[in-house]
């Protein structure tokens, strides 16, 4: 079961050597070795993610002091050769060089929504935006030596991981460049200014969509930013949550110094954002909720199924724990959803409200928008004993989706397939149809499971399963659903010499039933939202039958 596991660290804010840093620094270094001690997937790291303020206030010694006292230690205890995605935050820019810029493009940037167009035209520019980033050249100077592959000319980089066939891609994006410019001045003050950045910040449609279409051919996408998408300004935001919501999983970002795991669901997908806290702002917080904090995550490639190990300063026992305050254990899970088509993404997220860990292994598969299942009983007699022949017919329209492997399965009645009479046996179960053809179905060892895959294109929607099988005068039939599904309508003809009994399970939606008296026919339909695990049961018997309850081996046959 392969995982991807990272370390997140977040706003180190390195200035002059004091003995707190030192005290934390080595504190946080012996908790991260004993990392397997909390689960043994820990002990190999996939990379680590440094989410920005590396620096106090961007300047060249302070990055390498910052590196002998914490990064390069961390890299010797998690290897060498793990690669370290640093981004930059405010605290990286060096307030020392940040310099008057020419007239124009300060107006342009000073400028609200209505400079929006005018803004990303700057932007593109190589030239004038290597100038703009010249305050942070000592951060790109210091991520240039760990391995990021950063160009000034860009507000972003890059990176690709191939884990368990998986390709895991990495977005570094700077949001930091337009940090420190502004200054406000509270109302009715004539000394008192402070810089203010929430709101103003700029990254522009163009960098985030120039940087995701380099990795649209990731399995799953990751986004590192310092600032929450919550401090861009205010169209800009509105355009970033649709971006990174539409193709990013998982968002790691910085800044705020509070730990958290959140869900961010809008109108264009789902996307996990996952802050690191403060490895060291002070030793003791004046704000318990801004005690010192880091995380590692493991992520589940098979089931997407993620956990974050929070850590927290603990100033009463003087070292790091787990952060239980919000956590039991001070873990969390988070799940991530593929990113899907349009209309499979709106069934997807009514899904997800409603979801529970026990359908955390089908939300990722497509949904379906009908299941139609149609079930003909008859009579018939083989060699002077009553039988039922049962025709199915299970018709299935998917959302486009990636290409996957669906299941095809029966479970035939056991007292058919071990009857002493061969003719008997012979009519347990026959194929009729099967669109998109798979090849021939397979056969458990003792007869009583038939079952197979199609294999399913992108373009493939539409799937047809039809089979006669022979069952006993007492039996049921147990239909449950595989995935997430929109409508269902479920018929069954009965014969007229037997009695029928249903039952709803697993918390399957109110359904409508109705009786064509013409046909002798019951049907039911469903139009809410059903979930896998969820389904049908119906049950027969003889009309005169001497027996008074079904046959406890009587049949269960499932079918998706």
């Known amino acids: 079961m392969p995982h991807i596991n990272w370390l997140h660290l977040s ?22 070795k004993t990392r397997a001690d909390w689960d043994p997937k820990l002990e190999h790291i996939d990379f680590i993610a440094f989410t920005g303020d590396i620096s106090f206030s961007g300047e060249k010694e302070q990055f390498e002091l910052a590196h002998q006292q914490l990064i390069e230690p961390i890299r010797n205890i998690v290897g060498t050769a793990i690669p370290i995605y640093c981004i930059p935050g405010n605290h990286d820019i060096q307030r020392s060089a940040v310099s008057k810029i020419p007239a124009e493009w300060a107006g342009i940037l000073a400028g609200g929504t209505e400079k929006n167009s005018e803004v990303e035209d700057l932007l593109q520019d190589p030239a004038k935006l290597e100038i703009l980033n010249g305050p942070l050249k000592n951060f790109y100077q210091y991520a240039k030596e760990q391995g990021c592959k950063y160009d000034p000319r860009k507000l972003y980089f890059v990176e690709t991981i191939e884990k368990g066939g998986r390709k895991i891609g990495i977005a570094c994006l700077n949001t930091a460049w337009h940090s420190a410019r502004f200054a406000i001045q509270p109302v009715g003050s004539t000394t ?16 985030i969509s120039d940087a995701l279409k380099l990795l649209s051919n990731a399995d799953i996408t990751i986004a590192m930013m310092h600032h929450p998408l919550h401090w861009l300004e205010e169209t800009e935001q509105a355009k970033a949550e649709q971006i990174v919501g539409r193709h990013c999983h998982i968002v790691l970002h910085g800044h705020e110094h509070r730990p958290n795991m959140s869900r961010l669901s809008n109108a264009f997908g789902d996307t996990v954002s996952i802050p690191a806290g403060a490895c060291y702002n002070r030793r003791i917080p004046t704000d318990p909720r801004y005690s010192n904090a880091y995380n590692f995550c493991s992520l589940d490639l098979d089931s997407n199924v993620g956990t974050i190990f929070h850590r927290l300063w603990s100033e009463e026992n003087n070292e790091w724990r787990a952060d239980e305050r919000f956590w039991a254990k001070g873990r969390s899970l988070f799940f991530i959803q593929k990113k899907q088509a349009f209309e499979q993404q709106k069934t997807a997220r009514k899904a997800l409200n409603q979801l529970s860990k026990n359908y955390l292994a089908y939300a990722y598969k497509r949904s379906a928008i009908r299941h139609d299942v149609v079930m003909k009983h008859e009579a018939c007699i083989i060699d002077g004993q009553t039988f039922i022949k049962a025709r199915v017919r299970i018709r299935v329209e998917l959302h486009p989706g990636d290409r996957e492997q669906y299941p095809i399965r029966s479970l035939v009645n056991p007292r058919i397939v071990s009857h002493p009479n061969s003719n008997v046996r012979a009519a347990a179960h026959k194929p009729i149809k099967l669109v998109p053809n798979s090849g021939p179905l397979e056969w458990n060892d003792d007869g009583t499971r038939c079952e197979g895959y199609l294999d399913l294109s992108p373009k493939d929607q539409n799937i047809e399963y039809e089979f006669e099988m022979l069952e006993t005068t007492d039996g049921l039939y147990y239909f449950a659903l595989r995935r997430f599904t929109e409508q269902m309508k479920f018929t069954l003809i009965k014969d007229p010499k037997f009695d029928y009994e249903d039952l709803s399970f697993g918390g399957f939606p109110a359904k409508k039933r109705v009786t064509d008296e013409l046909f002798n026919a019951d049907i039911w339909e469903t139009y809410e939202l059903a979930m896998p695990n969820q389904g049908l049961l119906v049950q027969w018997y003889p009309k005169f039958s001497d027996a008074t309850s079904p046959a406890t081996n009587a049949s269960e046959n499932v079918a998706e």
């Open 11 to 32: 706003d180190w804010h390195h200035k002059t050597p004091v003995y707190d840093r030192n005290v934390i620094a080595g504190k946080l270094i012996d908790d991260i």
């Open 192 to 207: 008192n200014t402070m810089i203010w950045d929430r709101g103003l910040l700029r990254l522009t449609e163009a960098q």
